[in-house]
């Protein structure tokens, strides 16, 4: 297990942004990097208000399913091609 945190998570989007040209699956992975560094980036304020982090929560949600689903149809792209 990779104990690197937001190293591993960098390293694995520079990965997906050298070995994939799927401009879907690279403009979901943006916003989900993009989600993640400002909801985690609130929230270690401290002093964060209940709508402005679920607003933020609720954005990284949706970029988490939206990457995922764009991941997905990538995987089976290339299976269906196999």
């Known amino acids: 297990m990779c104990s ?3 190293l591993c998570v960098g390293l694995a989007s520079a990965r997906l ?5 799927d401009r879907a699956l690279l403009s979901a ?3 989900l990097n993009k989600a993640g560094q400002q909801l985690g980036s609130y929230w270690r304020r401290g ?3 209940e ?3 679920t607003r933020r929560w609720e954005r990284h949600r949706t970029a988490k399913a939206r ?3 764009a991941s997905g149809e990538v995987v089976r792209r290339h ?3 196999a």
């Open 79 to 81: 299976l269906t091609q």
């Open 4 to 6: 690197g945190g937001c």
């Open 17 to 21: 942004q050298i070995l994939s040209k």
């Open 47 to 49: 002093d964060v208000e």
């Open 29 to 31: 992975l943006e916003e």
């Open 51 to 53: 709508a402005e982090y």
């Open 67 to 69: 990457f995922l689903a």
